[in-house]
């Protein structure tokens, strides 16, 4: 496992069923992803159109981040894209999931992830303000 | 943000040490390790009892074999132990759907009991009186005043049919065939409806006196397995139960919080009682979408996005019972469990309505200081309210502070109070404080 904290979380996120692909992202950039970087293999098919997708909803949590915007989701064919968006920031926890999947459980782990995510950040600037 | 790793949470007062524990690891033998440990090394003396939920995670990540074997590498020999899976839990740590926790009690003046019964699809009673008696061996001569069983019985499977798989959603031919190897699959290979009701309502009238506080064990509501554990032993299909008796305070409050809607008039219930066939003299599905102002395409293999919402209700002591659909049999509507009575109602699921019954419920106990609470909550609250369970999670906080307690998602719920009859439902909430 590499030592990126944050790679861990996705990892513990990608071994529950229902999470077909799972990394932080902003507009245009994915920041983080898991580990191993191997996505489910029926996303692949559709990865091409979801990016497109997701790059477009990044505008929009781009616009109301500020605002207080929490989640955002959209269904496209037979998944679901979902966004945990980082208080106040362009970035966001994505995952896409099964459109049949059973979200209500998967809402809370992400939930989980984003608020771990947000505390090993916070644990981050805080190093670098003492070290700087 | 609520902190575990390095965050005591325990009681410890006159009567009782009690300690909660959690595991997040994936790996079975590890999460059974930890979340043993993580509850002794807070307790000054050897737990009287120990409770012990789980997700189903671990059926794929070492087996629950190695689960309980791991909290048996940590937790003293004897220590009386049940538990079962669960969709998810909730404890003073926060909301989570994989992982595992458990609830470990000391109290010097307490006497425990552990009874466990078998073939809880095929044989409910005889199941329910094989785990009654053990339970009574063990306390009939206790001579403290307050008594209570916690209980965890398996839950319902979705069958698997040759050529048919595991649907929720059957039209046609299949339909028909599906009805009649239900009756089959339930006997013969135990998968079908829990009957959880029916070793309940045994357990409730042969121990009158008691507190119930039950939860219908499932994995994260695909329906395909769930476990139950009960000392050193894993198993599923059966029924598992803690008594004690000790003087200590309990008090139990329940709720569902949920609204009639609108009403279904002349309901004709399938022979084993587990569904509706006919709605006014029509069939009932059809029916049920006409009255909803639904179109059939609503009822396809994301069901419960929609049934979780709109319970079927029937009346019973003057108060509102739900069953959450399940399964769509050609036009027959199968339920969770069993229909009773003459009234039926569809009842309506509002988040807001949930979480302000949660907020009432919890502080009918006015209790400054519970030594430990528990509460079985149902499985489709947690599905529908999704991340709002957080607040869900804040009321019971706001309650509780830092004297431990544990809410499991179970599939089915139930709860009693001496001298009063069972109420077991779906949709619901039963919270049991000790203090």
């Given at each position: 496992?590499?030592?990126?904290?944050?790679?861990?979380?996705?990892?513990?996120?990608?071994?529950l069923?229902?999470?077909?692909?799972?990394?932080?992202a902003?507009?245009?950039?994915?920041?983080v992803?898991?580990?191993?970087?191997?996505?489910?293999?029926?996303?692949?098919?559709?990865?091409?159109?979801?990016?497109?997708?997701?790059?477009?909803?990044?505008?929009?949590?781009?616009?109301?981040?500020?605002?207080?915007?929490?989640?955002?989701?959209?269904?496209?064919?037979?998944?679901?894209?979902?966004f945990?968006?980082f208080p106040?920031?362009?970035?966001?926890?994505?995952?896409?999931?099964?459109?049949?999947?059973?979200?209500?459980l998967?809402?809370?782990?992400?939930?989980?992830?984003?608020?771990?995510?947000?505390?090993?950040?916070?644990?981050?600037?805080?190093?670098?303000?003492?070290?700087? | 943000?609520?902190?575990?790793?390095?965050?005591?949470?325990?009681?410890?007062?006159?009567?009782?040490?009690?300690?909660?524990g959690?595991?997040?690891?994936?790996?079975?033998?590890?999460?059974?390790?930890?979340?043993a440990?993580?509850?002794?090394?807070?307790?000054?003396?050897?737990?009287?009892f120990?409770?012990?939920?789980?997700?189903?995670?671990?059926?794929?990540?070492?087996?629950?074999?190695?689960?309980?074997?791991?909290?048996?590498?940590?937790l003293?020999?004897?220590?009386?132990?049940i538990?079962?899976?669960?969709?998810?839990?909730?404890?003073?740590y926060?909301?989570?759907?994989?992982?595992?926790?458990?609830l470990?009690?000391?109290?010097?003046?307490?006497?425990v009991?552990?009874?466990?019964?078998?073939?809880?699809?095929?044989?409910?009673?005889?199941?329910?009186?094989?785990?009654?008696?053990?339970?009574?061996?063990?306390?009939?001569h206790?001579?403290?005043?307050?008594?209570?069983?916690?209980?965890?019985i398996?839950?319902?499977?979705?069958?698997?049919?040759?050529?048919?798989?595991?649907?929720?959603?059957?039209?046609?031919?299949?339909?028909?065939?599906?009805?009649?190897?239900?009756?089959?699959s339930?006997?013969?290979?135990?998968?079908?409806?829990?009957?959880e009701e029916d070793?309940?309502?045994?357990?409730?009238d042969?121990?009158?006196?008691?507190?119930?506080?039950?939860?219908?064990?499932?994995?994260?509501?695909?329906?395909?397995?769930?476990?139950?554990?009960?000392?050193?032993?894993?198993?599923?299909?059966?029924?598992?139960?803690l008594?004690?008796?000790?003087?200590?305070?309990?008090?139990?409050?329940?709720?569902?919080?949920?609204?009639?809607?609108?009403?279904?008039?002349?309901?004709?219930?399938?022979?084993?009682?587990?569904?509706?066939?006919?709605?006014?003299?029509?069939?009932?599905?059809?029916?049920?979408?006409?009255?909803?102002?639904?179109?059939?395409?609503?009822?396809?293999?994301?069901?419960?996005?929609?049934?979780?919402?709109?319970?079927i209700?029937?009346?019973?002591?003057?108060?509102?019972?739900?069953?959450?659909?399940?399964?769509?049999?050609?036009?027959?509507?199968?339920?969770?469990n069993?229909?009773?009575?003459?009234?039926?109602?569809?009842?309506?699921?509002?988040?807001?309505?949930?979480?302000?019954?949660?907020?009432?419920?919890?502080?009918?106990?006015?209790?400054?200081?519970?030594?430990?609470?528990?509460?079985s909550?149902?499985?489709?609250?947690?599905?529908?309210?999704?991340?709002q369970?957080?607040?869900?999670?804040?009321?019971?906080?706001?309650?509780?502070?830092?004297?431990?307690?544990?809410?499991?998602?179970?599939?089915?719920?139930?709860?009693k109070?001496?001298?009063?009859?069972?109420?077991?439902?779906?949709?619901?909430?039963?919270?049991?404080?000790?203090?």
């Amino acid at each position: 496992m590499r030592d990126d904290p944050i790679a861990n979380v996705l990892d513990d996120l990608l071994k529950l069923d229902d999470i077909l692909a799972c990394m932080v992202a902003r507009c245009n950039m994915i920041s983080v992803m898991p580990n191993n970087d191997s996505f489910d293999p029926s996303v692949n098919q559709v990865w091409d159109i979801i990016k497109r997708a997701m790059d477009d909803v990044f505008g929009v949590i781009r616009e109301y981040s500020q605002a207080g915007l929490g989640e955002m989701e959209f269904r496209l064919q037979d998944f679901e894209t979902l966004f945990y968006i980082f208080p106040d920031t362009e970035n966001a926890l994505v995952a896409i999931v099964p459109a049949l999947a059973n979200k209500g459980l998967i809402e809370v782990e992400m939930e989980n992830a984003r608020r771990e995510i947000l505390s090993i950040m916070e644990e981050s600037e805080k190093q670098e303000a003492i070290t700087a | 943000m609520f902190y575990w790793k390095g965050c005591q949470i325990g009681t410890i007062n006159d009567n009782f040490e009690v300690a909660l524990g959690m595991s997040r690891k994936w790996d079975a033998r590890e999460a059974g390790r930890e979340v043993a440990r993580d509850v002794i090394q807070k307790l000054k003396r050897p737990p009287s009892f120990f409770l012990l939920f789980s997700t189903i995670h671990y059926e794929k990540h070492g087996g629950f074999e190695e689960f309980l074997a791991g909290v048996w590498d940590v937790l003293p020999k004897g220590t009386p132990l049940i538990g079962g899976t669960v969709a998810g839990f909730q404890n003073n740590y926060g909301c989570y759907c994989h992982g595992a926790t458990a609830l470990a009690v000391y109290n010097p003046h307490i006497d425990v009991a552990v009874g466990v019964g078998y073939n809880t699809k095929r044989s409910p009673k005889k199941a329910a009186f094989s785990c009654l008696k053990q339970i009574k061996d063990g306390l009939d001569h206790s001579s403290y005043s307050q008594k209570c069983i916690i209980d965890i019985i398996s839950g319902g499977l979705v069958p698997q049919m040759l050529g048919i798989g595991r649907k929720k959603v059957l039209r046609g031919m299949t339909s028909v065939l599906a009805l009649y190897l239900s009756s089959l699959s339930l006997y013969l290979l135990q998968k079908g409806i829990g009957r959880e009701e029916d070793v309940l309502q045994v357990i409730s009238d042969k121990m009158n006196d008691f507190y119930i506080l039950h939860g219908s064990s499932m994995d994260d509501g695909k329906a395909f397995s769930n476990f139950q554990f009960c000392n050193y032993e894993v198993g599923s299909n059966m029924a598992v139960a803690l008594g004690f008796a000790c003087d200590a305070h309990i008090s139990l409050f329940s709720t569902h919080n949920l609204k009639e809607s609108v009403s279904l008039p002349r309901v004709k219930i399938i022979r084993n009682g587990v569904g509706i066939r006919k709605i006014n003299n029509k069939p009932a599905l059809k029916e049920f979408l006409r009255i909803l102002n639904w179109p059939e395409e609503y009822f396809d293999e994301q069901l419960f996005k929609r049934t979780y919402f709109y319970p079927i209700g029937f009346k019973k002591n003057n108060q509102w019972i739900s069953r959450v659909i399940a399964i769509i049999c050609g036009n027959v509507m199968i339920t969770t469990n069993k229909l009773e009575g003459d009234e039926f109602a569809v009842l309506s699921f509002n988040g807001k309505d949930v979480l302000q019954g949660v907020t009432d419920t919890i502080s009918k106990h006015g209790i400054e200081r519970p030594a430990f609470g528990l509460i079985s909550s149902c499985a489709a609250r947690l599905q529908a309210l999704g991340i709002q369970s957080f607040q869900v999670h804040h009321e019971l906080y706001s309650y509780f502070q830092d004297h431990p307690f544990i809410l499991f998602y179970s599939g089915g719920e139930g709860s009693k109070k001496p001298h009063e009859e069972l109420y077991y439902g779906n949709e619901s909430f039963h919270s049991l404080v000790v203090s």
